[in-house]
């Protein structure tokens, strides 16, 4: 992966391929029946001879029909009793973008790209780089993806690239040269959330000294990515599911309703269906966001990757840099807690301190010791030697330490005390 503030997506190396069509009910009696269209029309409706049967008293025997059309579909109302509506209009007919959601009697139906697991020859795509197969095939995913209106749920470890992926999508599809807009859902609590994402008026709380607008306004257009959605205060949740639903919101202290248009690209690293069994995310929000996740691997999951990577890395950093066979073969026996992200810091540390003093010496293979105790002290080594470069960088902070690595602090303890590392040694 490199860096995706810098780096561009050639989007004309992916030729667009008709995508079939997933139809998804995310909410009335039927909720989570699905149907794949995978060629021509289907009919969506009460009679037993539909491709999509629901038990909504409110819809009609045939109701709709769906037509495959390339990255959007056709949609008709065939006469209904009740009437098709999107984003809260009667339509007839209508081409919409795969992602969209229709409403049919009580029933919400979303026409979604069907996503397969096929793996693409690439080993890279815009800022993504990875020549594993789980690579491979995530790449494909955001090809097929990517292209559509869909909206997404990006799910893996901190530090895996998940914002990379999702600036991927936006510049594969037609919001491209839309904004591309990023909130951090636990970086502010109460009040100042709702402001940041919806925006305020002058004199809505105090320091509101005018009017604003928020990152829903920003991305009017784009894309927003949520980022760590799971941590959204639960109060907040209905308000993100009316724009997702209609696209309408009202900023704070204001009674006015504004619109806005976006693709929506959520992240997390937390077990989101836990969290609705705990009462603490909606379930309606979450069938919502659920409809298409994308699993993002661990580095740990793909170590062949480690040495492109680092390479990578290295020459965003210098142009001409080059490391050494024994540097590569160390950081790829490493398991990698922080993921991607501790890598760039770690090949950025390299660069600066050298190999020295950055990774631990190879082990003599004239010692006659055995292949695992080697490697496990070799690791070893190798984990002390980036636990004292992490302190030393931060004089001693391990709050600092454990941010930058990409890690948990408690994680972070976990590792000082095992290698009997002590941080105030390091305090200046």
């Known amino acids: 992966m490199t860096d995706p503030r810098t780096d561009t997506l050639d989007q004309t190396a992916a030729p667009f391929r008709p995508l079939p069509v997933r139809l998804l009910v995310l909410a009335g009696p039927d909720l989570g029946k699905e149907f794949v269209l995978e060629q021509g029309t289907a009919l969506v409706g ?7 049967q629901l038990t909504d008293g409110a819809v009609s025997r045939r109701h709709l029909s769906i037509e495959l059309m390339g990255v959007r579909a056709r949609v008709r109302d065939l006469s209904s009793k009740n009437g098709t509506r999107f984003q809260g209009a009667k339509v007839a007919v209508l081409d919409l973008p795969l992602g969209s959601v229709v409403e049919l009697g009580a029933t919400q139906l979303a026409v979604l790209p069907k996503v397969s697991a096929t793996v693409t020859p690439r080993d890279s795509l815009g800022p993504l780089l990875g020549r594993s197969e789980v ?15 869909a909206s997404v749920l990006l799910h893996g470890e901190t530090g895996t690239g998940k914002e990379a992926c999702a600036r991927t999508l936006h510049f594969l599809s037609e919001r491209a040269k839309k904004p591309f807009v990023t909130f951090d859902c636990g970086a502010a609590t109460g009040e100042l959330v709702q402001a940041t994402l919806f925006g305020h008026v002058k004199g809505a709380f105090t320091g509101a000294v005018k009017d604003s607008g928020g990152v829903v306004d920003a991305a009017n257009g784009g894309t927003l990515m949520l980022d760590e959605v799971a941590a959204l205060p639960l109060e907040l949740q209905p308000l993100l599911l009316r724009v997702l639903e209609s696209g309408s919101y009202q900023r704070v ?4 309703s504004r619109t806005s248009d976006f693709r929506l690209v959520a992240t ?16 309606d929000l979450y069938y919502r966001l659920s409809a298409i996740v994308l ?7 793909r170590l062949e990757d480690v040495a492109p990577l680092a390479q990578s890395f290295a020459r965003n950093q210098q142009a001409d840099a080059v490391l050494s066979p024994s540097a590569l073969a160390a950081l790829s026996a490493w398991q990698w807690p922080g993921n991607v992200r501790e890598l760039k810091n770690v090949v950025e540390r390299i660069l600066a301190l050298g190999e020295e003093a950055v990774l631990p010496r190879p082990p003599d293979a004239g010692t006659g010791e055995d292949f695992h105790v080697a490697r496990e002290r070799a690791l070893a080594a190798f984990e002390r030697s980036y636990l004292e470069a992490l302190l030393t960088r931060h004089q001693g902070s391990a709050a600092a330490a454990a941010r930058e690595a990409g890690i948990a602090r408690s994680y ?4 000082l005390e095992q290698h009997g590392v002590d941080p105030a040694k390091f305090r200046s």
């Open 268 to 283: 997390t690293q937390h077990d989101l269906p836990s969290r609705v069994k705990a009462g603490a995310f909606r379930a």
């Open 46 to 52: 009460s009679h037993a001879d539909c491709s999509l």
């Open 135 to 149: 690579m491979r095939r995530l790449f494909s995913q955001l090809e097929q993806v990517g292209p559509t209106d």
């Open 412 to 415: 972070l303890y976990k590792m």
């Open 295 to 301: 699993e993002v691997p661990s580095l740990k999951q």
């Open 253 to 256: 202290g204001d009674t006015k």
